[in-house]
């Protein structure tokens, strides 16, 4: 057993030193091809500056004269050239190119070229200082236009914080509506309850003489009293029913709704928010409908529209 465990592991040793070997040569060999490939392409990257002066002097010599350039270009002719004798330079104030034979002019043709000369000319300062004139309006009109958008800016400023001042007021005077039972209500006023809240059975209404259901309580008051919010909340509607006279009905949140009748002297408006405790009218005179009641207020609560007694939550 010992023998063959020696004999395993000499075999083991011996492929280890094999590849070994094997992997050092490979690497060898990938390194000396590598290095000639990068001679090679430095090679082709050096400037041979002796092929580059024989080939300026080879071409120095072959290069033509003036006089044989002269006699070349003479049997071509002016008619095989790009040459247009209308041609007129950009940029040069209308002045026509000549022919070569009108530069040989007697004098009395020098002196019409001078006075055409200073005709160009005048008209050259003339069309700068109409050129200076349209810069300059072109100015004032950039300034005025700047001035007018900056007149615009600081208005559309302006009206931007007299947006965001408005929104901070309203959101100041638009509080959330969130009145559960147990928050209660407030008296609007002080005084006996002639008529309470019935819905489970009718109750008796003096000035009707008859037997009703009463979805709200109807309190005493006298004429001009002050009538105050019972809780928080916004003015929904402020109108007139012939039952119980003026009216104004409050959204408290979370679907309820109270409704002040037989009032006068109404300081709200719809879309209004009230805090509790503060003065909504007076007590009016009492509609045909409560005149052997007397002067009153009526007061209804409801959830969702359907009646709550209010007894139950006033303090």
Known sequence: MVRRNRNGVRKERIVMLATSVFVLTALTVTGI????????????YVLDFEAIEKASEITAENMLSGDELDTLFAEVGTDDLDYDPSFQEANSQKVENTDAESSKV????????????????????????TTDVSVQSQKKTDEEGEEGMFDETVDTAKNTEALTAAEAISTTVQPALDFHEEDGLVWPIVGDVLINYSMD?????????????????VIAANQGESISAAANGRVTSVTYDPV??????????????????????????????VSVGDGIGTVAYPTKYYSLEGTNVYFKLTKDGEPINPMTQLQ
């Open 201 to 217: 059975k009718t109750i008796y209404f003096p000035t009707l003489q008859q037997y009703k259901y009463n979805p709200a309580i």
């Open 244 to 273: 119980i006279g003026n009216t104004v009905v409050m959204d408290l949140g979370n679907g309820y709704e109270l409704t002040y009748g037989q009032l006068e002297n109404i300081i709200v408006s719809e879309g209004s928010y």
């Open 106 to 129: 007697n004098g009395k043709s020098s002196v019409g070229s001078d006075e055409g000369a200073g005709t160009s000319s005048n008209k050259t300062q003339s069309q700068s200082s």
């Open 33 to 44: 091809f590598v290095r000639r490939s990068n001679n090679t392409e430095r090679e082709d």
